[in-house]
């Protein structure tokens, strides 16, 4: 008979002692096979339990909402913005609204997709910005270029290959993927030529062959003489135990193009030219070409060799305006700008700390601008101005890396000047003076955006909050979104400490939002972690509260940052008042 103490044997060990003993019993004539279990549908939930439908989407953003978390990211293109968040919340709340009650749009014959088209040079943030609406709200989301597809596959890939990548960015879940967003780049490569005589198939059959997914058709998930798609079927059953949907339907898929679209302007401007001989003349100057392209209208793009269907099916228009150097410079200096992040995780590999002053990031965005590519000039300007910095610096003993004005703009010389021990004191300094500009920067930053972050990461951010992410910011690598979520992360495990008092001794101490910061501090500045502190504030509080409880009956205790720093004074003046 088994005692309390002893271990009661699992599935696995019971299996391993009757396998033994049928094998001594009856040798290999009997054997224990252990039962294949297939997957099981899970039970309904109670009655009065909401459910959420496979695929459904949880959707409730308004457009104003999605701008501000665009802000964050993107400098300027404010239009673009506005059109995209409109037009995007619109599909995705009909599509909620259409899920929460079907039967009030049965009746509905047809319906308008707001399917978009971005116009605008390369390098103004089209692809950045679609990624960041995807992320955000939460949907799959497949990037394909134009003019890597064929009208029926035979050249590059067929069209309908982008829903099916969809469904396995959606882990299979069709329904899902039917709720998805498909973004195509160089839209403007598969225009038909100009002063072209005859049908040019292989632009206007990759047209047509878009014609019906962007409206509402439906996909086949098997690719007919595919192996690879009849295995993953094979796959998929196998998982399930069941035949999967085999079809995907596009009516909610959101298709999204984009291209450069050059010489378009100069189409608009000999349309309006012929219309309104006034206006065409105030329009001509080089610096208005921006401009011209918000006049765009459908017959423009099929005059630029866009089959009138294929254009009919893409009723919202997004023009991006060209970045100039001060645009650049605001990318560089935008703390969540991906570019700069990277750079530093470059130097942080090799346990180097990077820090880049302005003057040195206007020189950037003054090269970058150059280029004449936008913000993807500004890449090949850091990586150029960096490189001898990059090769050298992890052979040698510098851990600290200060980007001013001079290292960018003679690097070699610098470079020479940062590894001659007797400068490292100078350097030092400026890598302070950079820090510090760093930090202001960012507690800027965050108090210019503090109510949207504050509400979307449920984080109240007083002024000592934010001066607290500030330095999180500025002792690690990451971007204001993921250096929130950890600081959000400590404050919810400091606060658990109430509970651990509670449990333990049945006392109810509430934590001061000072006392809450200075243990976030402690953190973030790495004098101890969350560990240790739960060690300390027990050893300094578990004995004292409970002799107060004994003596007086009270449980309830409010702690502050005074009470932390000096627990004793603390718990003596509770026992004065008691005495007294």
Sequence with gaps: MKTINEKIPGPKELEKEIGEFLSKKFGDSVKIISPIVLPQEKPAEDKGQKVKKKGAISFDMIPEELVAYLDQYIIKQDMAKAILSTKICTHFNRIRRYQESPDDFDDMVGSIKNNVLMIGPTGVGKTYMIKLIAKKIGVPFVKGDATKFSETGYVGGDVEDLVRDLVREADGDIELAQNGIIYIDEIDKIASTQNFFGADVSRTGVQRALLKPMEDTDVEMKVPHDPVSMIQEIERFRKSGKREESTVNTKNILFIMSGAFSGLDKIIKKRIAAQTIGFGASINNRKDDVEVLKHVRSEDLIHFGFESEFIGRLPVKAVFEKLTEEDLYNILKNPNNPIILGKKLDFHAYGIKAKFEDRSLEKLAKAAFQENTGA??????????????????????????????????????????????????????????????EKESVTEYITMNRKNLGDKYNFSLTDPRINIVADCYCSSVADIGNILRKVKQYYDEVKKLELYFFNRQDINIVLEDDAIDYIIEQIVNGKLDFEQFTKKISIDFDHGLKLVKEKTGRTRFFITKEALVEPDIYIGKLLKNEYR
Aim: glycine share 2%.
């Design 376 to 437: 993807r000039g500004l890449v090949s300007a850091i990586e150029e101005s960096l490189l001898v910095f990059e090769n050298k610096l992890p052979s040698t003993a510098v851990k600290q890396f200060p980007i001013t004005f001079s290292m960018i703009e003679k690097p070699e010389e610098n470079l020479s000047l940062l590894l001659q021990s007797e400068e490292n004191s100078y350097w030092q300094n400026e890598f302070d003076r950079i820090s510090e500009l």
